[in-house]
């Protein structure tokens, strides 16, 4: 029996379905029930009938479906797997603006731990962030983690006043302008379509800004046959099956997330058969954090 037929068969027997990231590795995206960004996947894990949810991807996302679904088994196929921004804020400092600021909204980007969810008024993704944003009635924005995305989102929303946090990707923030000037010299009708983790040089030159799901909605979409990718490596997956005529090319220095790719066909077959590597929520923390990604799910 091959390993995908083996994770088909303890799938049925445990109940089980697969929910995984754009960014893992293509055969983790091929056998998966739920591909997506992680808003869809998000509002995909609160619909779901399975008992278990197993989440490829790294742990804000895991912890924020058991959050959402505090009677289900979450499990990761690998624990360490962890996205570095998620922990680039603090209590302290969201204490410190409340206190500084009349009529703050902390917005948080769901890539952050379940403590600094706790903390915040509402979660947003990359895809709903401007949306969400502009819905709120409060005039400051306190944005965390992500200082990319928050400037990203201040431009689209210029009547409200940001505050900013100095959190970032490691992968996206190393986008390098020249790199990606190098590609479009070679490729001069590319358009470059970029995530909105990217720096704001990156961002000017881009023809496209969005989320990874916004990225492949564009490129099917556009007339045009060549694009540059300005997002981590594992969105080419799904942007060459949708558009087998197209050609996607990224820099020289590849934007690969290690953790993301820490996802194997193995370990999902294990932790299905051991039933391993469960997230686990404390009741309090559960309780403090499961309202801003409530709150984000209604507004967007
Ligand atoms: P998406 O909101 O596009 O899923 O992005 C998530 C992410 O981790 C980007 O680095
Ligand atoms: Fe986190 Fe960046 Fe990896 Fe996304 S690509 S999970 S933001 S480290």
Redesign the pocket.
Known sequence: MSITEEIQRLKKEKNAVILA?YYVAPEVQEIADYVG???YLSKAAVDLKERTIVFCGVSFMGESAKILNPNKTVLMPELSAD?AMAHMADAETIQRMREEYEDLAVVCYI?STAELKKHSDVCV???NAVKIVKALPNRNIFFIPDRNLAHFVAEQVPKKHFVYNEGY?PV?EKMAVHEIQKEKELHPQAEILT?P?CPQAVREMSDYIG???GIIAYAHKSECQEFIICT?TGVRFELERQNPGKRFYFTETEPVCQDMKMITLEKIRDVLKNGENEIHVTKELREGSVRPLERMLELA
């Open positions: 990231h960004d992680s808003f996205c890539n993704t990359s895809s990707c996206h995530h983790e989320s990874t799901s981590e």
